[in-house]
């Protein structure tokens, strides 16, 4: 069955510091995607980076890094210079190639709250 | 901004009731999805509308249910509301169907069943 395994409820970092927050997943399909998403206590679920399985290249955008490891199913977030901003709840996310009945959907994990302190 | 509205931004109603949310999909986006987050909790799949027909549907009972205009705009329908239906839902519409289409999400609607 399809799953998303976010290990760390909850993280801390110091301003200006790296983290990684884990995540890793469990799909018997050849094609799939992966994202990352922010959800500050607003609640909008906030895009930030997206990996597909068949990528060779680990996906960067800006201070956001997705560190892919396809054998190992996991596919974690680092955040570079972490800035206070950056306090909010982390979902990690997969979508699957299916079409049909639940083609398309994302499945979440449980998310991971960071906490930046200054 | 990502261009997908949600309204109403917050709503109370009390058990029993019937409820409609409404999304507005981002330019150009054919798909759109509902999922439910209740607190403390990852979203769930509702279900999916592509080109105005259900592609998809997550473990909810049929008092759930979903239109899809030739616009692309979507509502959620919930009759007969139950306490447990308090929740943020959430609508995200993606260009298409695939597993590399990123799904872009509104601001979501505050649901408190009384």
């Known amino acids: 069955a399809q799953k998303i395994t976010q290990t760390q409820p909850g993280m801390f970092v110091q301003e200006k510091e790296a983290v990684t927050l884990d995540c890793t997943y469990d799909t018997s399909d050849q094609s799939y995607g992966l994202f990352w998403y922010k959800q500050p206590s607003s609640g909008e679920m906030i895009f930030l980076i997206y990996q597909g399985s068949y990528d060779e290249q680990n996906a960067t955008e800006g201070r956001y890094s997705l560190n892919f490891q396809k054998a190992r199913k996991s596919a974690n977030l680092v955040i570079s210079a972490s800035q206070l901003g950056d306090s909010a709840m982390y979902f990690c996310a997969m979508r699957e190639g299916k079409i049909g009945n639940q083609g398309g959907k994302l499945i979440f994990g449980q998310g991971t709250e960071l906490s930046v302190k200054p | 901004e990502t261009g997908v509205t949600q309204s109403p931004t917050h709503l109370i109603k009390t058990r029993g009731q019937q409820v409609t949310l409404r999304c507005s999909s981002q330019s150009g986006h054919n798909t759109v999805s509902w999922y439910q987050q209740a607190l403390g909790q990852g979203p769930q799949f509702i279900f999916q509308y592509y080109r105005e027909e259900e592609n998809g549907r997550g473990n909810f009972p049929p008092r759930f249910s979903g239109l899809q205009f030739p616009n692309y705009s979507s509502e959620l329908n919930v009759n007969a509301l139950e306490l447990d239906d308090s929740a943020l839902y959430l609508c995200?519409?993606?260009?298409?169907?695939?597993?590399?289409?990123?799904?872009?999400f509104g601001p979501g609607t505050r649901l408190l069943v009384l």
């Open positions: 995200a519409s993606s260009p298409g169907r695939g597993a590399q289409e990123t799904q872009y």
